[in-house]
T-cell receptor, first 113, second 113 residues
Framework: KQEVTQIPAALSVPEGENLVLNCSFTDSAIYNLQWFRQDPGKGLTSLLLIQSSQREQTSGRLNASLDKSSGRSTLYIAASQPGDSATYLC????????????FGTGTLLAVQP | NAGVTQTPKFRILKIGQSMTLQCAQD?????MYWYRQDPGMGLKLIYY???????DKGEVPNGYNVSRSTTEDFPLRLELAAPSQTSVYFCASSAGSRNYGYTFGSGTRLTVV
């Protein structure tokens, strides 16, 4: 069964810390992996998209890595800010008829000022 | 540059009522999806479409119906609303190719009482 797991479920850090969010998936035959941010009561904002052939992607203070063979991805946030507080979702895209996206349950991040 | 637009943003339904959640995208994407998000449960796929006139069931289709008469629109119909359908509903679209990510709408928060 294709499953995506995110650890930790919740994380609280002081402002300025560097932090790592983890995502693991059971089926390594992925097309790509996408990290989203979700603010309370809001929709999903795409942060980074990593193709199966890539090892990492960077956008500003965010860096996402992908190790397909071990079924793992990490999202690194540098110099965290209170505005980074949100839920971070990892989603893995598989092929087949649906090209469906399988979501993890997310990591709730709180950055304390 | 609207992306994926969902209406309404909020709705309260009584048990047994019906309604249609609207979703429109202006990116000429072939693939469109409906997800529901329940607290602590991640996002589950309800229905998807790979192009106009083609729809199929996802993981949790019971109690819902969809249609796809145009590339742009993908409405979700709830018949005989039940309390178990209380959730946040997200519509998403994708270009379909394995190299593309998903774009999500801002969601519809539905309460059935």
């Amino acid at each position: 069964k294709q499953e995506v797991t995110q650890i930790p479920a919740a994380l609280s850090v002081p402002e300025g810390e560097n932090l790592v969010l983890n995502c693991s998936f059971t089926d390594s035959a992925i097309y790509n992996l996408q990290w989203f941010r979700q603010d309370p009561g809001k929709g999903l904002t795409s942060l980074l998209l990593i193709q199966s052939s890539q090892r990492e992607q960077t956008s500003g203070r965010l860096n996402a890595s992908l190790d397909k063979s071990s079924g793992r991805s990490t999202l690194y946030i540098a110099a965290s800010q209170p505005g980074d507080s949100a839920t971070y979702l990892c989603a893995v895209r598989y092929g087949g008829a649906t090209n469906k996206l399988i979501f993890g349950t997310g990591t709730l991040l709180a950055v304390q000022p | 540059n609207a992306g994926v637009t969902q209406t309404p943003k909020f709705r309260i339904l009584k048990i047994g009522q019906s309604m249609t959640l609207q979703c429109a995208q202006d990116m000429n994407h072939n693939y469109m999806y409906w997800y529901r998000q329940d607290p602590g449960m991640g996002l589950k796929l309800i229905y998807y479409s790979v192009g106009a006139g083609i729809t199929d069931k996802g993981e949790v289709p019971n109690g819902y119906n969809v249609s796809r008469s145009t590339t742009e629109d993908f409405p979700l119909r709830l018949e005989l609303a039940a309390p178990s359908q209380t959730s946040v509903y997200f519509c998403a679209s994708s270009a379909g190719s394995r190299n593309y990510g998903y774009t999500f709408g801002s969601g519809t928060r539905l309460t059935v009482v």
